[in-house]
């Protein structure tokens, strides 16, 4: 089962940036489709991004242009830059690893975009 040290999130004005970092360990974090989801206050988990290891990215629609996402597999990170960030980007963020039928999610970090 993986653990998960999830980092970055805060509280930022629109238009700001952020980064989240997610280190994954307990699992062989290169065979593993790795990335963010997020859940707003009464909505259903949403997709945010996520990279496979051969480096194929799958973005949500709400983000794409704004958000990016990265994997270095000698450090099991997973990182998303976030930019441009909205009021509705306002969730908890949560760093999902996947392979085969094993999917593990981290405790989330709250992201807050507000003036």
């Known amino acids: 089962q993986g653990q998960f040290e999830e980092s970055g999130g805060g509280l930022v004005q629109p238009g700001g940036s952020l980064t989240l970092r997610c280190v994954v360990s307990?699992?062989?974090?290169?065979?593993?489709?790795v990335g963010w989801y997020r859940q707003a206050p009464g909505k259903e988990r949403e997709l945010v991004a996520t990279i496979q290891p051969g480096l194929f990215i799958e973005s949500g629609d709400a983000v794409k242009g704004r958000f990016t996402i990265s994997r270095d597999n000698l450090k099991s990170t997973v990182n998303l830059q976030m930019n441009d960030l909205q009021p509705e980007d306002t969730a908890v963020y949560f760093c999902?690893?996947?392979?085969?039928?094993?999917?593990?999610w981290g405790q989330g970090t709250q992201v807050t975009v507000s003036s």
């Open positions: 999902t690893a996947r392979f085969s039928d094993n999917v593990y």
């Open positions: 307990g699992i062989s974090f290169n065979w593993y489709t």
